[in-house]
């Protein structure tokens, strides 16, 4: 941290209610048998079933380590068996994907259909979502499909729902057959996508109802600057916005927390007011916030050096299960006292009294930085075993077997991954070198991440043929000019995250 940056008063160690975090960890011991073994290893079975130990006593789990080294059914609670009516992978955005169980009860249609009205009003307005996402098997296209699916049978208002997944041309036909009989279009997708869904429709000779549309996420993280943008193109203006993410969520963990008006607002205003920024202890890198989900859904978040935990009771119950997130916990009446008490300029009086007009706390803010030791790109966290395999295949290794750093660059409409690059044998032929090396690094991705393969055959490649524009920048430097640099790294990969020093060892 900056050392002219103030330490947040809001920050707290936890959100949630130990106690019920507890109980759950009790009841995994009781009833999950790669649970039971976890604590008896760590010496702390005794402890927690004779009431010795507290939560932040227990061991912290992750996928890794606790997941995938464990069979299925050594990690699923008894008593929660029967009550199983799906499964759906964790993302590959780890490069690891796991199958997760799905509860009947889980309350999927409720809370997406209820940030609907409360965000976009479709109870107001006679709606057609589409869900451009990507559902083979992914739970967070499967699940918002599943679930605006049931709403639209049930609504008692004009609400209508259309699946057309990745095929961007089908979602934007669909919406263009649509328009006449519709006063909304919200469309599901990757925030990073939606410039290539726009000039699409150009390419297609279709005209969108762009004053009718609003685009939603389910939690990839946006800048505020690109939902200002939106806002502009799509005629929105505060309350209503053309951007909003409906969930921080993970097929781990489930719902972790929604945004909601006052966190739109809070984002807002962190973005226009540098005053603000400094009283949260935050310089330029600001974080997606999210109003908390209720204790007695998910009993307790942690913060534990800097990353997110989360205890919640589930077909595979977790019990300070770490997704490996950069986050903050935010308290909201210390938030709230922050936010109105600060000097603002009296055009930001509207986003303040979101705060004046909510005495009653909807819950604590968590406030997400992103993947530790990864970077984020068109939905996947890209971590250093990722870049480490990728740099190790053959077609890699045969002339660029030394150091590379990679940092995240281009602009809010086109995301890029800079690459810099030491070649152990620089290639006669430097546009030869440029596009085999270009072709083994998407062929590599997309092996490691099947998702990213999607995305990049459904829009990605189609930005190619612009060097300004395509998904990597390669620079090449001949030996030793990255070794020369980091003389002591044994390392064959270095991740350089946004505002970082471009020297780090």
């Known amino acids: 941290m900056n050392s002219k940056q103030a330490v947040n008063p809001a ?30 290893e760590t010496g702390r079975l005794e402890s927690l079933l004779n009431g010795a130990c507290g939560i932040e006593d227990l061991p912290v789990t ?18 929660l068996r029967k009550d199983v009516n799906g499964f759906f992978f964790s993302s590959g955005s780890s490069g690891r994907p796991f199958c997760w169980p799905r509860l009947k009860s889980a309350p999927h249609s409720l809370s997406l ?31 918002t499909a599943l679930a605006l699916n049931q709403f639209a049978l049930e609504a008692p208002f004009p609400f209508m729902a259309s699946f057309p997944g990745s095929d961007y041309e089908q979602a934007l036909q669909t919406i263009a057959m649509a328009d006449p009989s519709v ?89 226009l007011d540098g005053g603000l920024r400094r009283a949260f202890g935050l310089g ?21 050096d800097g990353e997110l935990v989360f205890t919640r009771w589930q077909p595979i119950p977790i019990v300070r299960y770490n997704l490996h997130d ?39 803010l968590v406030a997400l930085f992103g993947r530790s030791k990864a970077l984020y790109f068109y939905g996947l966290y890209l971590d250093e075993r990722a870049f480490s395999e990728l740099m190790r295949l053959p077609k890699l290794q045969a002339f660029a077997p030394g150091l590379f750093q990679v940092a995240p660059g281009g602009d809010q409409l086109h995301p890029r991954l800079i690459w810099d690059i030491e070649l152990g044998q620089p290639g006669p032929d430097a546009a030869a070198t440029d596009a085999a090396f270009y072709r083994a690094l998407i062929d590599g991705l997309t092996a490691i991440y099947p998702h990213f393969g ?29 070794s020369g640099k980091w003389p002591n790294s044994r390392k064959h990969r270095i991740i350089r995250a946004p505002g970082t020093a471009e020297d780090l060892p």
């Not at 959100?15 to 009833?31: C, N, Q």
């Not at 109003?291 to 859904?297: A, F, H």
């Not at 303040?352 to 909510?358: G, I, S, Y």
Request: net charge negative.
């Open 326 to 364: 950069k986050g903050e916990l935010w308290d909201w009446a210390e938030t709230r006292r922050l936010v109105l008490g600060a000097s603002l300029p009296a055009s930001l009086n509207h986003l303040r009294e979101e705060f004046a007009r909510l005495e009653t706390a909807p819950g604590d």
């Open 62 to 79: 992750d996928k890794d380590s606790y997941c995938l080294p464990n069979d299925a059914g050594s990690l699923v609670a008894a008593s």
């Open 113 to 143: 259909s209820g940030w609907l009205q409360d965000t976009y009003r479709v109870g107001e307005k006679i709606t057609l979502t589409v869900v451009a996402l990507n559902m083979d098997g992914w739970i967070a296209g499967m699940n």
């Open 454 to 482: 999607v995305n990049y055959k459904n829009f990605l490649q189609k930005w190619d043929a612009d060097p300004a524009k395509r998904v990597f920048q390669l620079n090449f430097h001949a030996y030793p000019a990255l």
């Open 284 to 304: 330029e890198n600001l974080p997606n916030l999210y109003i908390s989900v209720p204790k007695e859904e998910l009993p307790l978040i942690e913060e534990v």
């Open 183 to 271: 006063e909304q279009v919200v469309v599901f997708i990757y925030p990073v996508a939606i410039p290539y869904f726009l000039k699409l429709a150009q390419d297609l000779g279709i005209a969108l109802p762009l004053r009718k549309m609003r685009f939603a996420t389910t939690g990839d993280p946006f800048s505020e600057p690109f939902r200002e943008h939106l806002d502009e193109l799509c005629g929105a203006a505060w309350p209503e916005t053309a951007l909003a993410s409906f969930s921080y969520s993970s097929a781990d963990t489930r719902v972790i927390g929604t945004e909601s008006r006052v966190s739109r607002a809070l984002s807002r205003l962190l973005h």
């Open 11 to 40: 920050k707290k160690r936890f959100t949630g209610d130990p106690g019920l975090a507890l109980a759950v960890a009790r009841k995994a011991a009781a009833e999950v048998p790669a649970y039971t073994r976890l604590l008896k």
